[in-house]
Every structure is written in structure tokens, then in C-alpha cells.
């Protein structure tokens, strides 16, 4: 019984032994594991450098508030300065307009942009606003008006005329779409409600044919305006209308021209009859051929008509 006993005392003391080396193992592993990776990340950490993000310089630069004509004096202008990132600052722009307030514009500047000075002049002709709005080939050229052929005054500048000859017995149209470029020596256009100046005489820009063409006429007759909308770039349908034209009766009775549509509103009595001739809708009293049947008609495809464009 003592040898057993002594034996398995043994048995327990290797296995505790064991079990010791192993946590021992253990451990001595888990540091090495540690510092290793303490290693890792302090490599990765030096190898990624400090990044500082710095926020763009910025340079304030004056800008015309509103539109600038050609010809203004720069001490004129009205100017708000606004912020540029520096590198974003066009090349030649002035931020600084103390050095530039006696010169003059030589182009239309658009607001809300920076100057510069290839815009700029302080020769004296440039303040001009007259002479810098003529384009290279074009000419001005100045016409003696009163109330009548100048349209009241409303053909005042900016203002876009077609230019017309009257004389005894014809009238013609000499020059179309032509600019007024200043009125009685201004160049501010017509605005406003209050009736307007009448001038005695306009300059006008025009095409080298055009200013031979009016300065012909002016020996024929009298020359008058015909005052255009802005937007209206239409061509007269015809240039020429003699006194021979009128005998004919009213133009407007005359007028014809193909038919594509026509409609009636408002019932039989009182009603309203309209037909589409060339493209627009004119009131008639008759109804053209095969639109409806049992009605007063004309000539095939054409309509009289008391025309309410």
C-alpha cells in the first residue's frame, strides 16, 4: 500500500509540472504576440504622415454692381468687393481700382465680374459713347427728325426703326432694322411712363449700302420712321407702295390669301366667323368655298375679309 500510494503522488506532481509548462508556454506566447503588434502599429503609424487640410487664400476683388456701358469713367462705376479663392482669380483682373478711376470703359462690362484693364482706356476718344459703338464696317450717321417721323419720341436710343422715303406719290422702305444709337445727342433709351422728348435729330448705325441708300433718299422726299418691337426681326413682305395702289380701295377689304381653316363662334345671329389665312386667324363676314355648305361664298380658296389682326 505505501508503493502505491507513492506512486500516484508521483503521477500528480508530473501532471502538475505539465500543466505548469504549458500555462508558462502559454503566456510567454501571448507577450510575444502583444509586443509584436505594439510593433505593427507603431510602424503603421509612422509610415502615415500628418495630413493638414488649409483652407484657400482668398483675394476680395471689386466688381461692377450693374452693367457698365462702354465709355463710362471708371470713378463712375459702382463697385462691391467679392471674395476670390486666390488661385481662382482670373489673370489680369484688378482688385485694386484707385489707379484706374480716370479711365474709361471700351466695352460693355457685365456685372458681378472682375475688370481688366484691356477693358480700360484713358485716351480721351474713348469716352466717347458713340464712337465705341460702332462695329468695325458699320457707320453713324445723323438724320434731321421732328414728332411725326420720329414716332413722338419713342424712337429714341436703342430704339430699332425701319427707315422709309415718302414722296408725292410713292413711299418706300430705304433701310430696315436700323439702331438709334442716341437722340438728340443722348445715349440714355426712352423709360418711364413721362412722354418722351421729341428730338431734332437722331444718329443712327448703319451698313455702308444703308447710309448710301438714306443719304440718296434724302433729296427725294421727306424720310420718316417706323418704330419696330424689340424682338421683331421680320422683313417687309413689300418695300414699295405707290397712289396708284390706293384707287383700288382699302387694303384691308383686299386683303386675301389662302385658306386652311375656318370656324364660327357664338351661334348664327351675332355670331363671329374666323378663317385661317397664311398662318393667322382673321374675322370674316363670308365663308370661303367647301368649309360649309349652304353658305355665302367666294372665290375658291381665297375669303374677303374686315381683317382685326
Same mark, same amino acid.
Given at each position: 500500500?505505501?508503493?502505491?500510494?507513492?506512486?500516484?503522488?508521483?503521477?500528480?506532481?508530473?501532471?502538475?509540472?505539465?500543466?505548469?509548462?504549458?500555462? %508558462?508556454?502559454?503566456?510567454?506566447?501571448?507577450?510575444?504576440?502583444?509586443?509584436?503588434?505594439?510593433?505593427?502599429?507603431?510602424?503603421?503609424?509612422?509610415?502615415?504622415?500628418?495630413?493638414?487640410?488649409?483652407?484657400?487664400?482668398?483675394?476680395?476683388?471689386?466688381?461692377?454692381?450693374?452693367?457698365?456701358?462702354?465709355?463710362?469713367?471708371?470713378?463712375?462705376?459702382?463697385?462691391?468687393?467679392?471674395?476670390?479663392?486666390?488661385?481662382?482669380?482670373?489673370?489680369?483682373?484688378?482688385?485694386?481700382?484707385?489707379?484706374?478711376?480716370?479711365?474709361?470703359?471700351?466695352?460693355?462690362?457685365?456685372?458681378? %465680374?472682375?475688370?481688366?484693364?484691356?477693358?480700360?482706356?484713358?485716351?480721351?476718344?474713348?469716352?466717347?459713347?458713340? %464712337?465705341?459703338?460702332?462695329?468695325?464696317?458699320? @457707320?453713324?450717321?445723323?438724320?434731321?427728325?421732328?414728332?411725326?417721323?420720329?414716332?413722338?419720341?419713342?424712337?429714341?436710343?436703342?430704339?430699332?426703326?425701319?427707315?422709309?422715303?415718302?414722296?408725292?406719290?410713292?413711299?418706300?422702305?430705304?433701310?430696315?432694322?436700323? @439702331?438709334?444709337?442716341? $437722340?438728340?445727342?443722348?445715349?440714355?433709351?426712352?423709360?418711364?411712363?413721362?412722354?418722351?422728348?421729341?428730338?431734332?435729330?437722331?444718329?443712327?448705325?448703319?451698313?455702308?449700302?444703308?447710309?448710301?441708300?438714306?443719304?440718296?433718299?434724302?433729296?427725294?422726299?421727306?424720310? $420718316?420712321?417706323?418704330? @419696330?418691337?424689340?424682338?421683331? @426681326?421680320?422683313?417687309?413682305?413689300?418695300?414699295?407702295?405707290?397712289?396708284?395702289?390706293?384707287?383700288?380701295?382699302?387694303?384691308?377689304?383686299?386683303?386675301?390669301?389662302?385658306?386652311?381653316?375656318?370656324?364660327?363662334?357664338?351661334?348664327?345671329?351675332?355670331?363671329?366667323?374666323?378663317?385661317?389665312?397664311?398662318?393667322?386667324?382673321?374675322?370674316?363676314?363670308?365663308?370661303?368655298?367647301?368649309?360649309? $355648305?349652304?353658305?355665302?361664298?367666294?372665290?375658291?380658296?381665297?375669303?374677303?375679309?374686315?381683317?382685326?389682326?
Amino acid at each position: 500500500m505505501p508503493a502505491r500510494t507513492s506512486v500516484r503522488a508521483s503521477r500528480r506532481r508530473a501532471n502538475a509540472n505539465l500543466a505548469g509548462t504549458v500555462m %508558462l508556454s502559454a503566456a510567454v506566447l501571448s507577450a510575444a504576440l502583444l509586443v509584436r503588434g505594439g510593433r505593427s502599429e507603431q510602424t503603421a503609424a509612422a509610415s502615415t504622415p500628418n495630413v493638414t487640410v488649409a483652407q484657400f487664400d482668398t483675394v476680395r476683388v471689386p466688381v461692377p454692381v450693374d452693367s457698365v456701358p462702354a465709355g463710362t469713367r471708371v470713378s463712375e462705376i459702382r463697385f462691391k468687393n467679392i471674395s476670390f479663392p486666390s488661385h481662382q482669380v482670373p489673370k489680369g483682373a484688378i482688385t485694386d481700382v484707385t489707379a484706374h478711376l480716370d479711365s474709361v470703359t471700351t466695352a460693355l462690362l457685365p456685372a458681378n %465680374l472682375p475688370l481688366f484693364a484691356a477693358n480700360l482706356s484713358t485716351q480721351e476718344h474713348s469716352i466717347n459713347p458713340v %464712337l465705341e459703338r460702332i462695329p468695325a464696317g458699320m @457707320r453713324a450717321m445723323t438724320l434731321k427728325v421732328d414728332a411725326t417721323s420720329a414716332v413722338e419720341g419713342w424712337a429714341g436710343s436703342g430704339s430699332f426703326v425701319d427707315i422709309l422715303l415718302v414722296e408725292k406719290n410713292r413711299t418706300t422702305v430705304v433701310a430696315e432694322m436700323v @439702331r438709334i444709337l442716341s $437722340a438728340e445727342r443722348s445715349v440714355s433709351p426712352v423709360e418711364g411712363n413721362a412722354a418722351p422728348n421729341v428730338p431734332s435729330t437722331v444718329t443712327v448705325l448703319v451698313t455702308q449700302e444703308q447710309c448710301l441708300a438714306i443719304n440718296t433718299a434724302i433729296p427725294l422726299g421727306k424720310i $420718316a420712321f417706323a418704330l @419696330r418691337g424689340n424682338d421683331d @426681326r421680320e422683313r417687309w413682305s413689300s418695300t414699295t407702295f405707290t397712289a396708284d395702289s390706293l384707287k383700288s380701295g382699302s387694303l384691308v377689304k383686299d386683303s386675301s390669301g389662302v385658306i386652311t381653316g375656318y370656324f364660327e363662334a357664338g351661334g348664327a345671329k351675332g355670331g363671329r366667323s374666323f378663317a385661317l389665312t397664311d398662318g393667322k386667324w382673321i374675322e370674316t363676314e363670308v365663308v370661303p368655298d367647301g368649309f360649309l $355648305a349652304g353658305k355665302t361664298s367666294r372665290k375658291a380658296g381665297r375669303v374677303e375679309s374686315n381683317a382685326k389682326d
